[in-house]
């Protein structure tokens, strides 16, 4: 996976194609990158990256740039991502839910998530920034 990523990366966004909707803590890339697989296969994906935390000690320093990399490398693959950074318990809800409501009935999505996680009692739990 790291040989693919720095190979697409290494082209960079083509930025006239790249459009991006601002909402709260994320955005919409959209448009149509430039598509290595079948052009009618449908491909979301939400990309979070939490790195601010509230708690003392706890901010991280690498989970917003992999996140907007990972965004980036999606969207050049021909997916429709959602890019979230530094996301409380409410807006972290919402976006999970509001991508599991858009999941297409056939093709590809993906969660990507960088930051704090934890495991309790065998459930994981993601961390939100407050």
């Known amino acids: 996976m790291l040989l693919l990523v720095g190979a ?4 960079g966004p083509a930025e006239k194609d790249m ?20 052009p009618d296969e449908e491909r979301v994906a939400l ?11 706890a901010a991280l320093t690498d989970p917003l740039a992999d996140a907007e990399t ?29 991508f599991g409501n858009e999941i297409p009935e056939s093709g590809v999505a993906l969660f990507y ?10 459930a994981n739990w993601l961390v939100p920034v407050e």
């Open 70 to 98: 990972m965004a980036q490398t999606l969207w050049l693959l021909g997916f429709e991502v959602e890019h979230c950074q530094d996301l409380g318990h409410r807006a972290l809800g919402t976006a999970v839910k509001d």
């Open 113 to 122: 998530y960088s930051g704090h996680g934890i495991q309790f009692q065998d």
């Open 47 to 57: 990309v979070v990256g939490n790195a601010g935390y509230l708690a003392p000690g």
């Open 8 to 11: 697409v990366l290494a082209k």
């Open 19 to 38: 459009v991006r909707g601002e909402a709260g803590g994320c955005s919409t890339y959209v448009g149509q990158g430039e598509r290595v697989y079948d």
